[in-house]
T-cell receptor, first 113, second 112 residues
Framework: DQQVKQNSPSLSVQEGRISILNCDYTNSMFDYFLWYKKYPAEGPTFLISISSIKDKNEDGRFTVFLNKSAKHLSLHIVPSQPGDSAVYFCAAGSSGNTGKLIFGQGTTLQVKP | DGGITQSPKYLFRKEGQNVTLSCEQNLNHDAMYWYRQDPGQGLRLIYYSQIVNDFQKGDIAEGYSVSREKKESFPLTVTSAQKNPTAFYLC???????????FGQGTRLTVV
């Protein structure tokens, strides 16, 4: 049973435009969420996180939105740059699981020049 | 530099052999994790350890074993019982809840 789902395997956007990556979860015990970026044959690198007590967190070009009632979060990248092309994973954790993270399947973002 | 190191980057194993993947961190993190990545399936948790001398099974622990004798080290053994061991293996560590996990560069294991 997939507790964290990224239903779009891929996304293609034009440089300068907004990229929106989506993630849904089913476990209501999750209380913090993270986005990671991954290049082929490398480990994921942390991008941004959000606690369930917030509905938005912003860091430069990256903004994460959380809709708890819909059990949905999204990552907005604006403006998108070719260097943003990578696989993006959302992950979720709960206070009761002391750091254990559950990951989605990933979305491959391609930003075209 | 603080970080998490996995070795080797590429590993080849013959069928029926056990192999051990190394993971070392100098971030002073209590928790360490092993994930496996397969195409289209994201990262799946194999084992995790929240403290020295203690570890728990993740979602896909069958055919794997771990040890946590030191805070800095969390080696993963892929045994011959693992039916489909060819994958990209990622080790991570974290300082606790509501903090990000830091990942190593991964080990690509191929069974030949």
């Amino acid at each position: 049973d997939q507790q964290v789902k990224q239903n779009s395997p891929s996304l293609s956007v034009q440089e300068g435009r907004i990229s929106i990556l989506n993630c849904d979860y089913t476990n209501s015990m999750f209380d913090y969420f993270l986005w990671y970026k991954k290049y082929p044959a490398e480990g994921p690198t942390f991008l941004i996180s959000i606690s369930s007590i917030k509905d938005k967190n912003e860091d430069g070009r990256f903004t994460v939105f959380l809709n708890k009632s819909a059990k949905h979060l999204s990552l907005h990248i604006v403006p998108s740059q070719p260097g943003d092309s990578a696989v993006y994973f959302c992950a979720a954790g709960s206070s009761g699981n002391t750091g254990k993270l559950i990951f989605g399947q990933g979305t491959t973002l391609q930003v075209k020049p | 530099d603080g970080g998490i190191t996995q070795s080797p980057k590429y590993l080849f194993r013959k069928e029926g052999q056990n192999v051990t993947l190394s993971c070392e961190q100098n971030l002073n993190h209590d928790a360490m994790y092993w994930y496996r990545q397969d195409p289209g399936q994201g990262l799946r948790l194999i084992y995790y350890s929240q403290i020295v001398n203690d570890f728990q099974k993740g979602d896909i622990a069958e055919g794997y074993s771990v040890s946590r004798e030191k805070k800095e080290s969390f080696p993963l053994t892929v045994t011959s019982a693992q039916k489909n061991p060819t994958a990209f293996y990622l080790c991570a560590s974290s300082g606790g809840t509501h903090t990000e996990a830091f990942f190593g560069q991964g080990t690509r294991l191929t069974v030949v």
